[in-house]
């Protein structure tokens, strides 16, 4: 297993650049399920694509994506059964507010 703990709390504002990459991967229905699931636990790619029922090709898309919009990160990584190492990934943080002002 990997011992990864997400930030409790994060704030985007649609001032900021970065908003519209995080509300622009979120528009499809494969990345939140994506977040979902780590939400879970932190999980290798080959996992994700074997639990949402999608190939490994659209899963490590969408978990670019993710990663360019700061919503999930590598944790560490894994020993596969045939022994191979894959990257695990999780969620930066469990909690996003999104808020349409700039002022905290």
Same mark, same amino acid.
Request: glycine residues 8%; proline residues 0%; charged residues 25%.
């Given at each position: 297993s990997i011992d990864y703990t997400p930030k409790e709390f994060s704030s985007i504002s649609l001032a900021d650049d970065g908003s519209t990459a995080v509300l622009k991967t979120l528009s499809s229905e494969t990345p939140r399920t994506i977040l979902e699931l780590?939400?879970?636990n932190p999980a290798p790619a080959s996992d994700l694509a074997e639990r949402v029922d999608t190939s490994l090709q %659209?899963? %490590?898309h969408h978990l670019s994506n993710l990663r360019e919009a700061g919503l999930v990160t590598t944790a560490g990584t894994w020993l596969s059964s045939?022994?191979?190492e894959m990257t695990v990934y999780a969620l &930066? &943080?469990?909690r996003i507010e999104l808020r349409i002002d700039s002022r905290q």
């Open positions: 780590l939400a879970e %659209n899963i %490590n045939k022994g191979r &930066t &943080t469990q």
